[in-house]
T-cell receptor, first 111, second 115 residues
Framework: QKEVEQNSGPLSVPEGAIASLNCTYS??????FFWYRQYSGKSPELIMS????GDKEDGRFTAQLNKASQYVSLLIRDSQPSDSATYLC???????????FGAGTRLFVKA | DTAVSQTPKYLVTQMGNDKSIKCEQN?????MYWYKQDSKKFLKIMFS???????INETVPNRFSPKSPDKAHLNLHINSLELGDSAVYFC??????????????FGSGTQLSVL
């Protein structure tokens, strides 16, 4: 069974700090990796995608991928209270033609 | 304007009833999905369709029957509802090209409560 693992948290950081969210996956041949943000009572929304090893930056968000270690992370710089949400790591299972989600990490940013 | 729309948003029903959830996407995507999110917020795939063809059926009880009349629509019918079916059901769509998935667009979800 292919898996995506995340620490469920909650992760609490003060406003302005860097929030670091981590994820590991079991399928070595995976090529597509995503971070979704889900506010309470809302649907998941994609915030980052990454396909190659290294860092990918988009505004205050940086996704990091290390395929050798089967590890994906999301850094949120200058965290804001509006970033408080559950962050879902997701991996596309090419063979299974489906996206597998981790259980999500709850992030609280304290003002 | 809505990319993926699903109805109804809330569904409250008695055990044993049959209910349907409808989903439509106007993004031109070839692939549509049903996901179930349980009370612990774990999001798990139930079905995926590619161009109206069933691709994935993740060991879902056969009381759940998806139907895709065309690639823009994917409905979910649930027979003989049970208490354990209570969850939020999300429809989603994406474009899969070259074996790599583009992002998933989710509908707003249907909160199903079985009493």
């Amino acid at each position: 069974q292919k898996e995506v693992e995340q620490n469920s948290g909650p992760l609490s950081v003060p406003e302005g700090a860097i929030a670091s969210l981590n994820c590991t996956y079991s399928d070595r041949v995976s090529q597509s990796f995503f971070w979704y943000r889900q506010y309470s009572g809302k649907s998941p929304e994609l915030i980052m995608s990454i396909y190659s090893n290294g860092d990918k930056e988009d505004g205050r968000f940086t996704a990091q991928l290390n395929k050798a270690s089967q590890y994906v992370s999301l850094l949120i710089r200058d965290s804001q209270p509006s970033d408080s949400a559950t962050y879902l790591c997701a991996v596309f299972d090419t063979g299974g033609f489906k996206t597998i989600f981790g259980a999500g990490t709850r992030l609280f940013v304290k003002a | 304007d809505t990319a993926v729309s699903q109805t109804p948003k809330y569904l409250v029903t008695q055990m044993g009833n049959d209910k349907s959830i409808k989903c439509e996407q106007n993004l031109g995507h070839d692939t549509m999905y049903w996901y179930k999110q349980d009370s612990k917020k774990f999001l798990k795939i139930m079905f995926s369709y590619n161009n109206k063809e069933l691709i994935i059926n993740e060991t879902v009880p056969n009381r759940f029957s998806p139907k895709s009349p065309d690639k823009a629509h994917l409905n979910l019918h649930i027979n003989s509802l049970e208490l354990g079916d209570s969850a939020v059901y999300f429809c989603a769509s994406s474009q899969v090209t070259g074996g790599a998935s583009e992002k998933l667009f989710f509908g707003s979800g249907t909160q199903l409560s079985v009493l």
